[in-house]
């Protein structure tokens, strides 16, 4: 280790190592140079690389950025969106729905210039996606998801049905309810997207289980069904067959 370290004194005390050691000294003052004239130029500036519903407004500032951004998120606000209910598909306006830009939050999303100089480098080849804030009109959204509410499935109840005298199950099948408040979350946030949203839905059990079918159809309708029933009377006997 000791003749490690001397060759290395060697080589920084030599004609070669000065040289490096200049080198190394000037690129580092160059890119602190360097760094320190991008914060300044980029200054007011939204960060670059940075994408608001998909439209590129890195290195604007946000009245050149709200321009540009404000007849796209307009047409999106009023463009049907579709969503998907469980097995079924509804459309949703959003602002039918109460949704409208909220463009203060939508800056808050977007943040200032970045001081960190891996950040500020990173953003010449990378792309930051950001989803516009929102307004909401809590009554026209509620009267938007209790519209979806139509599509939620009921349970099927669970029970014993005869094919001819043979008893048959009936499994029960839970119900799906829309999650309302996942399901606000999840507009509020995807809106201007354009794909279909799948809103989150809960089941609703039914209130006869699985096991009191199999119970009732091992105890009680099969062996109703086991054998002849006979009747006595006054007339004298009579067999029933099952069927």
């Known amino acids: 280790m000791t003749g490690g370290i001397a060759r290395v004194r060697q080589f920084l005390t030599s004609k070669t190592g000065r040289r490096a050691g200049i080198a190394a000294g000037v690129l580092v003052a160059a890119s602190g140079v360097g760094y320190l004239v991008d914060l300044s130029l980029t200054s007011g500036q939204l960060p670059r690389g940075t994408q608001v519903a998909g439209v590129d407004v890195g290195g604007q500032d946000r009245a050149a950025a709200r321009a540009r951004l404000e007849p796209v998120l307009d047409r999106r606000v009023a463009r049907p969106l579709a969503v998907r209910t469980g097995d079924t598909t509804a459309s949703v306006t959003p602002r039918t729905a109460g949704i409208g830009v909220d463009w203060d939050g939508t800056w808050e999303r977007v943040g200032g210039q970045p001081v960190n100089p ?36 009921r349970p099927v109840e669970g029970g014993i049905a005869f094919q001819g005298a043979q008893p048959v199950a009936v499994r029960p099948v839970p119900g799906l309810t829309l999650d309302v408040a996942a399901a606000r979350s999840l507009l509020t946030e995807n809106w201007s997207d354009g794909s279909t949203l799948e809103l989150p839905m809960v089941q609703t059990p039914a209130k006869v289980s699985a096991d009191s079918v199999d119970r009732t159809l091992q105890l009680v309708a099969e062996p109703a069904v086991r054998a002849p029933i006979t009747f006595s009377g006054q007339g004298g006997d009579a067999t029933v067959e099952p069927e």
């Not at 891996?118 to 209790?146: C, G, I, K, N």
């Open 118 to 153: 891996f950040t500020r480098l990173a953003s010449f080849f990378t792309t930051r996606r950001v989803e516009p804030a929102a307004t909401v009109d809590t009554a026209a959204m509620d009267r938007q998801l209790e519209a979806l509410r139509a599509n939620d499935r």
